[in-house]
T-cell receptor, first 108, second 116 residues
């Protein structure tokens, strides 16, 4: 069964701290893996995308990693800011399977 | 993303009513999608269209229909709404010419639907 599982379900951190979000998948065939950020009341916005041959991709303070052998990805957020408070969604293609997301709250 | 608009933003309806959610885009993209999002679940694909004359069922198409009136417009209809169709609905677009397998989707702001 094609599945994308994200952990933790929710996370609270203090402003300035780092955090890492996890994504495990069983989607086949694999085309690419994306991370999206979804602010409350808005649609998801793409952060990073990685294909099979890529194992890391950065976008500012966001760094995604991909291990295609173990079918795991992580999103690392460095020096968190209040504006990072959002849901982070992992999506695996080619079947566009969305994870349920990790809800991140950054507190001052 | 302001280039993808959805109307209405919020809608309350009663069981059995027919309703239409509309999506318009000014990005010039050829591909359009409808998703629903439920608490604790990932977005699930309802229908997608790769061109004006192309309509495809997604994972959860039962109870829904779509119409691609023009390249820029993609409507989702609930023929006879039921309470378990209460959800947040998102429209998305993508450009097949821009990225191949790394093609990015751009989402609208969502429509919150409540079926009583």
């Amino acid at each position: 069964k094609n599945q994308v599982e994200q952990s933790p379900q929710s996370l609270i951190i203090l402003e300035g701290k780092n955090c890492t979000l996890q994504c495990n998948y069983t989607v086949s065939p694999f085309s690419n893996l994306r991370w999206y950020k979804q602010d409350t009341g808005r649609g998801p916005v793409s952060l990073t995308i990685m294909t099979f041959s890529e194992n890391t991709k950065s976008n500012g303070r966001y760094t995604a990693t991909l291990d295609a052998d173990t079918k795991q990805s992580s999103l690392h957020i460095t020096a968190s800011q209040l504006s990072d408070s959002a849901s982070y969604i992992c999506v695996v293609s080619s079947k566009l399977i969305f994870g349920a997301g990790t809800r991140l709250a950054v507190h001052p | 993303d302001a280039d993808v608009t959805q109307t209405p933003r919020n809608r309350i309806t009663k069981t059995g009513k027919r309703i239409m959610l509309e999506c318009s885009q000014t990005k010039g993209h050829d591909r359009m999608y409808w998703y629903r999002q439920d608490p604790g679940l990932g977005l699930r694909l309802i229908y997608y269209s790769f061109d004006v004359k192309d309509i495809n069922k997604g994972e959860i198409s039962d109870g829904y229909s779509v119409s691609r009136q023009a390249q820029a417009k993609f409507s989702l209809s609930l023929e006879s709404a039921i309470p378990n169709q209460t959800a947040l609905y998102f429209c998305a677009t993508s450009d097949s010419a821009r990225g191949g397998e790394t093609e990015t989707q751009y989402f609208g702001p969502g429509t919150r639907l409540l079926v009583l």
